[in-house]
């Protein structure tokens, strides 16, 4: 394998890479078949658009009807679910809106809107960003920054708007990754969590040669068959933050 072409352009979203995920697991690969995996790591929608341009020969993102849509508009080859993980609704451990008792995200934010408390949204192309306002649709609402003065769309990642959320005594979307290993919690904690409407399903892609002739079609194979692998499976499961599990793989 000559040098330059020993290495997979991989698009990716954020939440994997924050998480120390890749630079836990892709050191593994690289040792295995002398492929080197390099990161973009951008919100999903910035990294399919990415793909689409032919900048790269892989794409893991976590949002199925836009990786569908690659898929059936021939960028990509077929897409593949291999690990999930889940987004809590973070808040103010004195939890103004007294979501606590809930257990469904959707009553949560039905009543963070009636008593018009402060939420950031990450307002980006995110993955996190589109089931944020799936989850508002699924609440009969579409929240709109111009007119709802107690939505905060702050154009941000993950860990800025966790920030800003933290500051703002806000609540906030997050995907339970970062939120573990953020560090500027102050008083704010989980308030809703465990529940089917928050899992977040990540799906591999590999882009497809005859949209883009250059992409890396053998070695990006040989890294999903090597992804989709019981050994590698048991080293997602493996990894922690701060003592918790954070992806956990899919059969």
């Known amino acids: 394998v000559s040098k330059s072409k020993s290495f997979l352009i991989l698009q990716s979203t954020t939440s ?95 009543l963070i809107r009636q008593n018009r408390l402060k939420f950031v949204s990450r307002g980006d192309e995110s993955g996190t960003y589109k089931k944020e306002i799936k989850l508002w649709n699924l609440s009969g609402f579409n929240p709109n920054p111009r007119i709802d003065s107690w939505y905060y769309s702050v154009g941000q990642g993950m860990g800025g708007s966790l920030n800003i959320a933290v500051n703002k005594n806000a609540y906030i979307l997050s995907d339970r990754s970062t939120w573990v290993s953020f560090n500027n919690k102050k008083d704010h904690k989980i308030l809703v969590e465990n529940e089917p409407n928050l899992y977040n ?20 194979n040989k890294f999903i068959t090597w992804l989709s692998s019981s050994k590698t499976k048991d080293l997602i499961s493996s990894f922690k933050v701060k003592g918790q599990q954070l992806f956990y793989t899919i059969n």
């Open 201 to 220: 399903i990540y799906g591999v892609i590999p882009i497809n040669p005859n949209k883009c002739p250059d992409t890396k079609k053998d070695a990006a």
């Open 16 to 110: 994997t890479r924050d998480s120390g995920l890749y630079d836990y697991i892709l050191p593994k690969f690289k040792n295995e078949h002398n492929i080197e995996v390099r990161v973009i790591a951008v919100g999903t929608g910035q990294a399919i658009k990415n793909s689409m341009r032919c900048d790269g020969d892989l794409l893991i993102v976590h949002h199925k009807e836009s990786e569908e849509k690659f898929v059936e508009e021939g960028f990509g080859l077929y897409r593949k679910e291999f690990m999930y993980n889940d987004f809590v609704l973070v808040g103010p451990s004195y939890d103004p809106a007294k979501i606590g008792s809930s257990k469904s995200i959707v009553d949560s934010l039905n």
